[in-house]
């Protein structure tokens, strides 16, 4: 795993100090895309395979492999743009595993109580619950633990939408696979949709939203409410868009549009960081360059 850890809290770094420029290999950097099509193509494979051998035992396999495919290639893309979380694996495995978990039952229990008391609030109200509850750990960690690295916020945001995602894919999939009575191949496309689409959204969304909460952070920002008020508006939306629709055409355009802001606020974030890291590393060498013009100058000898 690219992130080292050495404690489950590591101490912050000292104020003003940046991390040095990582270095990332072509390899590195399109790691990505090998991911990406390692996962898309076996996902393939294991559901045909099950199809048409009609072995259940599968079903388990696919649901994982098409739940953490595209999660891990989003985070695998942001480490390759230059994105560094230094030694925080371990706020990183939280947020996947207990945001999952509580992301999944708080969503349950919020979305029975509000749609059974006002029906007609429909899926933006689902919108807001499920896009509330998946913030909880990350903001936990933010407020309480207080890790504001730039670059931690958009990946801790990944991770949770990631284990909220893969909960509700295995639960939305075994639900599809007890009403069709046990049919896989009537579950072929609620598979392919869920499995592939579903996920990349969730960490989008999150991982969008978690980016403008992180910019609290840092005291340079400006607009900071406004950006993540907007943030959440628009994953909102779109969340809302997605559970609105039964259009493929709809749910493709939705995730295609969710990923792409997503890539476009962690390159933002990239070369903010670069930008930080200019501005205190141009004066320390501009300083340094003057050579002893800063000293005492030694009076001459008489």
Same mark, same amino acid.
């Given at each position: 795993?690219? *992130?080292?850890e050495?404690s489950l *809290?590591p101490e ?8 040095? #420029?990582p270095?990332?290999s *072509? ?5 990505w ?5 390692? &996962?898309v193509?076996t996902?393939v494979i294991v559901?045909?395979t099950?199809v048409?051998t009609?072995?259940p035992?599968l079903f ?5 492999i ?6 891990c ?8 743009l230059g994105?560094r ?5 371990a706020?990183v495995?939280?947020?996947a ?5 509580? &992301?999944?039952?708080s ?8 749609l @059974?008391?006002?029906p007609?609030?429909?899926?933006v ?5 499920e896009?509330?509850v998946?913030m909880?750990v990350?903001?936990? /960690? $933010?407020l309480?633990v207080g @890790? @504001?690295t730039p670059?931690l916020g958009v ?6 939408g990631?284990?909220?995602?893969v909960l #509700?894919?295995?639960?939305y999939?075994?639900t ?5 009575q &046990?049919?896989?191949a009537?579950v072929?496309?609620?598979l392919m949709?869920?499995?592939?689409l579903?996920?990349s959204?969730?960490?989008? *969304?999150?991982?969008?939203v978690?980016a403008?909460?992180w910019r $609290?952070? #840092?005291?340079?920002r400006? &607009?900071?409410?406004?950006?993540l008020?907007?943030?959440?508006a628009?994953?909102v939306?779109?969340?809302a868009?997605w559970d ?6 709809v749910?493709?355009?939705?995730a295609?549009?969710?990923l792409g /802001?997503l /890539?476009?606020?962690v390159v933002?974030?990239?070369?903010a960081?670069?930008?930080?890291r200019r501005?205190?590393v141009?004066?320390a060498r501009?300083?340094?360059c ?8 030694r009076?001459p000898?008489r």
């Open positions: 795993m690219f *992130w080292t050495t *809290w912050p770094a000292p104020p003003g100090a940046l991390p040095a #420029e270095h990332r *072509w390899l590195v950097r399109l790691a895309l090998g991911t990406l099509a390692f &996962g193509a996902y559901l045909r099950m048409e009609q072995n035992n388990p396999t696919l649901l994982f098409g739940a953490i495919t595209v999660p290639s989003i985070l695998l893309l942001a480490y390759g994105h979380v230094g030694q925080h694996g706020l495995a939280v947020a595993v207990v945001g999952g978990v509580i &992301g999944v039952i969503a349950g229990q919020l979305e029975y109580s509000t @059974r008391a006002m007609g609030l429909g899926m109200a689902v919108a807001v619950i896009e509330s998946k909880i990350p903001l936990v /960690i $933010f309480v @890790r @504001r670059g990946v801790l945001g990944i991770a949770s990631a284990g909220f995602a #509700e894919t295995m639960g999939g075994f599809a696979l007890l009403t069709s &046990g049919d896989l009537a072929d496309n609620t949709l869920r499995a592939l579903s996920p959204n969730h960490v989008a *969304w999150t991982g969008t978690c403008a909460l $609290f952070g #840092e005291p340079a400006k &607009g900071k409410v406004l950006v008020l907007g943030a959440f628009v994953a939306a779109l969340h868009t609105s629709s039964n259009s493929l055409i749910h493709v355009a939705v295609m549009a969710s /802001i /890539i476009g606020t933002a974030g990239v070369i960081s670069r930008r930080a501005n205190v141009a004066p501009s300083t340094g003057r050579g002893g013009a800063d000293r005492p100058r009076r000898a």
